[in-house]
């Protein structure tokens, strides 16, 4: 594989690995480096918007996803004491996609799904359990200096261009010294994972569901044989404290009643952030997902918006890797970071806030709000297409 032709790709997850099967179609040489030993197994993201599905579907992506995930042709906002909700029907969508649902399966089944794709293809080379170190660039490409993990091996990885897919501790970000501008949200969340059956003790369940309950509010989305739930605490907990058996048992006990020793398949607690680079391109080292920017999970958009990045940024890099003007790469920053402030991060902090309303009266407010918008099919329907995160594509087509 001649550097002159390579792109490299430093993360292997879900962007980096997008990234990599679009440059592998387009025949462009690749390098994906990981610094893990192998495609994380780690639940995190698991919500498939529709776009993204039909972004996937050419690639055969889709159809596995769909044979290992579930469907979710509705998603609800619930007031959890009485059971009254906002019901959103993705069906109002069927004449804008293939894929009128969210798709709740595992990022990590997408990876992997990427991976053993690319595994068979010679144009495609996998580094796992490689570090970057350092990077130079020039007129004419870009040097990666790699180190094994273990601490022992030491490379350098030269290619025409860097994709910077490596998450919201990004290295290349860091090496590059850009400013991650934003804020940290005060609590603190615990993502756990329970086999308990939420849809056979509750009424009329969503497989996504948001609600507001008596102490503060959680969310259960239902994926193949598991209920994932986003709990949360109070910001004088440390992450240590807050996913600790106690306190997750007692936040399940808290919705459940009556029921005791919940089995947790997975427990991963973490801080929220709301941040974003100013410019996504840099010479050639080319920023995208978590890397370029992070926000709120509440509405599914982080991993969906970064896929969104890949598919426009592979885009203009094959033009330029075929001789396009370099400026296409100027034109991925100005489509899509304005995209990921107005769409997604703003948007996901407008999701955060409603949730975490306290006040009895503001809440019955809201869910009457919401209920008048699934009352009417067209008002639904304009909602859904913003936050199933078609607007955002639809906004960066408008900009040259």
Same mark, same amino acid.
């Given at each position: 594989?001649?550097?002159?032709?390579?792109v490299?790709v430093?993360?292997?997850?879900?962007?980096?690995l997008?990234?990599?099967?679009?440059?592998?179609?387009a025949?462009?040489?690749?390098?994906?480096i990981?610094?893990?030993?192998s495609?994380?197994?780690?639940?995190?993201?698991?919500?498939?918007h529709?776009? !993204?599905?039909?972004?996937?579907d050419?690639?055969?992506? !889709?159809?596995?996803?769909?044979? &290992?995930?579930?469907?979710?042709?509705?998603?609800?906002?619930?007031?959890f004491?009485?059971?009254?909700?906002?019901?959103?029907?993705?069906?109002?969508l069927?004449?804008?996609?293939?894929?009128p649902?969210?798709?709740?399966c595992?990022?990590?089944?997408?990876? &992997?799904?990427?991976?053993?794709?690319?595994?068979k293809?010679?144009?495609?080379?996998?580094?796992? +359990?490689?570090?970057? !170190?350092?990077?130079?660039?020039?007129?004419?490409?870009?040097?990666?200096?790699v180190?094994?993990?273990?601490?022992?091996?030491?490379d *350098?990885?030269?290619?025409?261009?860097?994709?910077?897919?490596?998450g919201a501790?990004?290295?290349i970000?860091?090496?590059?010294?850009?400013?991650?501008?934003?804020?940290?949200?005060?609590?603190t969340?615990?993502?756990?994972?329970?086999s308990?059956?939420?849809?056979?003790?509750?009424e009329?369940?969503?497989?996504?569901n948001?609600c507001?309950?008596p102490?503060?509010?959680?969310?259960?989305?239902?994926?193949?044989?598991?209920?994932?739930?986003?709990?949360?605490?109070?910001?004088?907990?440390?992450? *240590?404290?807050?996913?600790?058996?106690?306190r997750?048992?007692?936040?399940?006990?808290?919705?459940?009643?009556?029921?005791?020793?919940? *089995?947790?398949?997975?427990?991963?607690?973490?801080?929220?952030?709301?941040?974003?680079?100013?410019?996504?391109?840099? +010479?050639?080292?080319?920023?995208?997902?978590?890397?370029?920017?992070?926000?709120?999970?509440?509405?599914?958009?982080?991993?969906?918006? +970064?896929i969104?990045?890949?598919?426009?940024?592979?885009?203009?890099?094959?033009?330029?890797?075929?001789?396009?003007?370099?400026?296409?790469?100027?034109?991925?920053?100005?489509?899509?970071?304005p995209?990921?402030?107005?769409?997604?991060?703003?948007?996901?902090?407008?999701?955060?806030?409603?949730?975490?309303?306290?006040?009895?009266?503001?809440?019955?407010?809201?869910?009457?709000?919401?209920?008048?918008?699934?009352a009417?099919?067209?008002?639904?329907?304009?909602?859904?297409?913003?936050?199933?995160?078609?607007?955002?594509?639809?906004?960066?087509?408008t900009?040259?």
């Amino acid at each position: 594989m001649e550097w002159e032709r390579r792109v490299i790709v430093v993360g292997a997850g879900p962007v980096g690995l997008v990234a990599a099967m679009l440059l592998a179609q387009a025949k462009i040489p690749v390098t994906v480096i990981e610094a893990e030993d192998s495609i994380s197994d780690d639940l995190r993201a698991s919500t498939f918007h529709p776009p !993204t599905l039909d972004m996937l579907d050419p690639f055969g992506v !889709t159809e596995q996803l769909l044979h &290992q995930g579930l469907t979710c042709p509705t998603w609800q906002i619930r007031m959890f004491e009485t059971a009254e909700r906002a019901v959103f029907d993705m069906s109002v969508l069927s004449d804008d996609t293939a894929h009128p649902y969210r798709l709740q399966c595992e990022q990590a089944r997408l990876c &992997q799904i990427i991976h053993d794709k690319l595994a068979k293809d010679s144009n495609v080379d996998f580094r796992f +359990g490689q570090r970057v !170190t350092g990077l130079a660039q020039d007129d004419d490409g870009v040097t990666l200096h790699v180190q094994s993990a273990d601490g022992d091996g030491k490379d *350098e990885i030269r290619g025409q261009y860097v994709i910077a897919a490596d998450g919201a501790s990004s290295i290349i970000r860091e090496l590059l010294q850009l400013e991650f501008d934003g804020k940290t949200y005060p609590e603190t969340t615990v993502l756990a994972s329970t086999s308990f059956p939420f849809h056979e003790h509750l009424e009329d369940l969503s497989n996504v569901n948001y609600c507001w309950s008596p102490t503060g509010n959680f969310s259960l989305l239902r994926l193949k044989g598991f209920w994932r739930c986003s709990l949360y605490y109070n910001p004088e907990l440390s992450m *240590e404290e807050a996913a600790s058996d106690e306190r997750v048992q007692g936040q399940l006990r808290q919705i459940m009643p009556g029921f005791s020793n919940f *089995e947790i398949l997975d427990r991963r607690p973490y801080r929220v952030h709301q941040r974003i680079i100013k410019k996504y391109n840099h +010479g050639r080292v080319l920023m995208a997902g978590d890397s370029a920017h992070l926000n709120s999970p509440s509405g599914g958009m982080g991993m969906n918006g +970064g896929i969104h990045d890949a598919f426009n940024l592979v885009e203009k890099l094959t033009a330029v890797c075929n001789g396009g003007d370099q400026d296409l790469l100027d034109l991925y920053t100005r489509q899509r970071q304005p995209v990921a402030y107005n769409q997604i991060l703003v948007q996901a902090d407008k999701n955060r806030k409603r949730m975490a309303e306290k006040d009895p009266a503001r809440r019955a407010e809201l869910l009457k709000d919401l209920q008048a918008i699934t009352a009417d099919r067209d008002r639904m329907h304009d909602y859904l297409y913003r936050s199933s995160m078609f607007s955002g594509l639809d906004e960066a087509k408008t900009i040259a």
